[in-house]
């Protein structure tokens, strides 16, 4: 239950996202409702493998760049997951994508969380 639930918060969280860069006027698009549906469990596989791949790699960089790197690394993770999810996204848009989704979804989250607790 707590899968599906971490699974609909990552689901809104894509949905506000692709809003908020809609308003921007920065191009995040599906060609239909599945890809977005997809995109979070593939979002998490990707981040857990090639994601971690590309941290490892970067880990002088990201040092050099007291972090900043990091960004760029999610940018990636974020474009690779979206293009495998058939997203219409640029670097830009997959940059501010993946930071409007962790500063949504974080809270979201943790809402959840603090539920689970309780009960």
Known sequence: MQSILRWGVGVI???ITVKILEFLHM?????NTWGI???VP????VNAIIGSILRLLAL???CITLGLFGFVINAIVFW??????????????ALV???????????LGWMIEENRRRE
């Open 97 to 107: 994508g993946s930071i409007l989704y962790t500063v949504i979804s974080a809270p």
């Open 13 to 15: 969280a894509v949905i």
């Open 80 to 93: 690779i997951a979206g293009w495998a999810t058939g997203a219409n996204m640029t670097f830009v848009s």
């Open 60 to 62: 002088p960089i990201t």
């Open 27 to 31: 191009p995040l698009k599906w060609p």
């Open 42 to 45: 593939v979002l998490a596989v």
């Open 37 to 39: 549906i997809i995109f």
